[in-house]
């Protein structure tokens, strides 16, 4: 069991190049699991026993269950996790030359370690928008180069002789993509364009023009796939370590509950990078409408609807700071976690993290009775930390609230690093949450 989770937070890793394509690849393991597709403009008929997903608008996901002897008053039980991470994303005009230099234009997604997308092989992917007959409904298609067509590449230390006492990046001028060499008869060329045109042309089997493609959503992302790294094999280097670790063990632990009496219900988020403020981020009111609409669908009276609603718990999963080897000192001095310890409770008095003693001591008191192992996470007391969807998530939906994650180093670089052993504990600890 433990290696097919392996195998199957790999493939997702490998897969999930953007929230579009992890929200597809999730789907696909739902609706092998038997989940049911529904949709916010149709009507919901929802019965007990049911396994259902909501697509939302593409780079979002709900999936929920009704237990089989499902009565009001049980509470409901959800999760939240993102889709997105930190990169580089192309602007419109992208085609653009230096000296025999084909380039493309693009700006920073997020917050990434800008320094580690140098020198790697990059590819494109993401959402394009083709024109069609009906200007309220264009052609919507997902792309991906598949293989290395871009990269940054690094000064040379000849030219840059301080680099190795850090050097700061300019996100306009540093981070441009090299896309490939301009012959002097092709030097009016929109190569990238030209390229996505001629590569959807094939995807789609009808010819699109460049001048067809009216926007686009497109991200580059590392080509280099998850892999086992150590002397053991007891740890895993892959890009999309956040928030993809999460978006796995939510998925599973929902497929393989056990619950009978209630709801479980999870949110796979967009746009936590850059502070979920959109339709389809945690800062949106969608949590909130479908905790009640699901409700108000199984025949709750609005009284019910309200209690239930103030009675829910919400877990963010999210991945947290292993401490490090070479810089301990950046760690709390009391509150070290490791990696392949087991998952992180995450706490801080700046509500960064919604975690309080209540839900500290449920879920403390899940993974005991599981026999999963926990550790916490606090900040440096004179360092600021992170922040993810739960505190927003619950300022909007006021539940019970918890943040957890798995512990990991280099989060937010082009690669990050983790023990293979603590998706087994996420995913257990949320097995025995959605089904005790």
């Known amino acids: 069991m433990e290696d097919a989770n392996m195998e199957e ?14 929200v597809d690849a999730c789907v696909e393991r739902l609706e092998q699991a038997g989940f049911t597709g529904i949709a916010y403009d149709r009507e919901w008929n929802l019965q007990a026993g049911g396994k259902y997903y909501v697509n939302h608008h593409g780079s979002a996901l709900f999936a929920f269950t009704v237990g089989t002897e499902y009565r009001t008053g049980q509470m409901v039980r959800m999760a939240a996790a993102h889709t997105d991470y930190p990169t580089l994303r192309i602007k419109p005009a992208p085609d653009f030359k230096t000296k025999s230099y084909a380039q493309i234009n693009v700006e920073v997604y997020g917050g990434p370690i800008l320094n580690t997308w140098l020198d790697r092989p990059l590819g494109v992917a993401g959402r394009v928008a083709i024109k069609s007959a009906d200007p309220f409904a264009p052609e919507i298609c997902y792309f991906e180069s598949g293989r290395p067509i871009l990269t940054i590449p690094n000064l040379a230390i000849h030219m840059n002789r301080e680099v190795n006492k850090g050097v700061e990046l300019n996100p306009q001028t540093d981070m441009i993509p090299l896309l490939g060499l301009v012959d002097k008869e092709e ?8 390229y996505l045109a001629g590569e959807l042309s094939k995807q789609l089997g009808h010819p699109v023009q460049k001048d067809t493609i009216l926007d686009y959503e497109l991200y580059l992302y590392c080509t280099e796939e998850a892999q086992m790294v150590g002397i053991r094999s007891d740890l895993l280097s892959s890009p999309r370590l956040d928030n993809l670790t999460s978006c796995h063990a939510l998925v599973s632990a929902m497929i393989e509950s056990t619950r009978k009496d209630g709801i479980n219900l999870i949110q796979l988020a967009d746009h936590e990078e850059v502070g979920s403020t959109s339709k389809q981020g945690a800062a949106s009111i969608l949590l909130h409408d479908m905790l009640r609409r699901i409700l108000r669908s199984l025949g709750a009276s609005e009284d019910a609807i309200d209690a239930a609603a103030y009675d829910a718990m919400l877990v963010s999963a999210d991945v947290a700071h292993a401490v490090h080897p070479n810089k301990v000192s950046k760690a709390d001095p009391q509150v070290q976690p490791q990696m392949g310890k087991g998952l992180c409770i995450k706490q801080a008095a700046s509500q960064s993290y919604a975690t309080d003693a209540q839900t500290i001591a449920i879920f403390a008191g899940i993974c005991e009775k599981a026999n999963v192992p926990y550790q916490r996470f606090v900040n440096r007391s004179d360092m600021r930390g992170g922040s993810t969807l739960g505190a927003i998530a619950s300022a909007l939906t006021p539940v019970k609230t918890l943040d957890i994650g798995i512990p990991i180093l280099a989060m937010h670089s082009a690669r990050e690093l983790m023990g293979a052993k603590d998706i087994e504990s996420l995913t257990d600890a949320m097995k025995a949450y959605f089904s005790l």
């Open 187 to 194: 030097a009016d060329h929109d190569y990238f364009m030209e």
């Open 9 to 22: 937070l790999i493939r997702l890793l490998n897969r999930g190049v953007t929230p579009f394509h992890v």
